[in-house]
């Protein structure tokens, strides 16, 4: 089975070809990735109108190359797969439209995937892995603990009240003055600062729904910045120390709540699998790797250019739909919000 995967939900704009080789596994055959860091850096985020013109602009030469470097032609391709949603709908509308003006005139099936399923079954592709499995999904845009039950069929477990992860990870790089995207800069200054010389609270923790807060976590960050001003390069070093070591803190203890939900649940996990761009960090992957052994849960992480946006994760959904004969109609809307699960929390 041979798929065409398109991402272009945020700034990255990606395509790939995927094929399921009989054996079952999965085999990325080529993976493109544009990654717009450049057009947005000088407004430290991502605007959505540059973000969509930039996909239009690039969509068609990322496709060509994804092709061209896999070797296949459309003729040979089972399906074409696009995230319909969620995120920006200026860009989702560009890859959408792609996908099913590809669809139509290769007379092949359309396959409109959620962005966030993406994300949790992407590690099928790499390891065999059966259901349920807990996903972790922190990025830019999500914080998530849903239970993957099987292809289309998750439950959200817990998620945050306010700020994702990563936007935390950016803000507090705004704030100090470290350039976008924050989450790899305050990664990179933490490592040379003291975690416990500012103390700083650790929202949520002990509360028995695994849901997650950073908000609190941020102003705090903020006040002590302003008290101690001008910051020196020791101050920024701990201020991301400290700030780090909150967030592990919360994130490990948020994961061993919904590890002990699960436990006793028709839907406990085998693994726990981490997705997102927030998972490439060290020492969050670190602690997870310790509470999971702990829990006697074997912890599972895609390789870190799997875990940020790219069309492998797109096609990868669209081979496992297409595989239980779900397609979609070329009608299928563009999403900018689109949930994944029933919440189960009260
Ligand atoms: O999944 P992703 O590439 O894009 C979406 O948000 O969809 O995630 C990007 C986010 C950004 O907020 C970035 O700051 C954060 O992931 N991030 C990190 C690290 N690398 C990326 N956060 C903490 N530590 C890192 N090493
Ligand atoms: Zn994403």
Not at 281 to 305: C, F, H, K, S, W
Request: with cysteine; proline share 6%.
């Amino acid at each position: 089975m041979l798929v065409l995967g398109i991402e272009t939900t945020c700034d990255e704009t990606a395509a790939a070809v995927v094929r399921k080789n009989a054996d079952g596994q999965g085999e990325i055959l080529s993976n493109i990735i544009y990654s717009q860091l450049d057009e947005h850096r000088e407004y430290g985020g991502v605007v959505p109108e540059i973000a969509a013109r930039a996909h239009v602009e690039l969509l068609d030469k990322v496709i060509r190359r994804a092709m061209t470097e896999a070797g296949v032609r459309y003729s040979q391709l089972d399906g074409i797969a696009a995230a319909a949603g969620p995120g920006l709908i200026g860009g989702v509308i560009v890859g959408l439209t792609t996908a099913k003006a590809l669809a139509l005139v290769a007379r092949k099936p359309l396959i409109a995937v959620n962005h966030l399923e993406a994300h949790a079954l992407t590690i099928r592709l790499t390891h065999r892995i059966g259901f349920p499995y807990l996903l972790l999904l922190v990025s830019g845009g999500h914080t998530q603990l849903i239970s993957v039950e099987d292809v289309d069929r998750y439950t959200f477990i817990g998620g945050t009240v306010d700020d994702a992860i990563g936007e935390a990870f950016d803000k507090t790089a705004k704030m100090l003055g470290l350039p976008y995207p924050g989450g790899p800069e305050v990664e990179r200054c933490a490592a040379a600062g003291d975690p416990t010389r500012f103390t700083l609270p650790r929202p949520m923790i002990g509360r028995p729904e695994p849901n997650f807060s950073l908000s609190g976590l941020k102003t705090a960050l903020r006040v002590e910045a302003e008290r101690i001003a001008p910051l020196t390069e020791e101050d920024v070093a701990n201020l991301c120390a400290s700030f780090q070591a909150a967030v592990v803190d919360i994130v490990v203890d948020r994961i061993r709540v919904a590890l002990g939900l699960l436990r006793n649940s028709a839907w406990k996990p085998r693994a726990l699998v981490v997705a997102g761009g927030v998972g490439a960090n060290r020492t969050i992957r670190g602690a997870l790797e310790a509470v999971t052994i702990d829990a006697g849960t074997p912890l599972l992480l895609p390789p870190p250019e799997l875990c940020t946006d790219n069309g492998a994760m797109i096609a990868w959904a669209g081979i496992e739909r297409l595989a239980r004969g779900m397609t979609d109609s070329l009608d299928t809307s563009p999403r900018s919000r689109w949930p994944l699960g029933a919440s189960v929390a009260a």
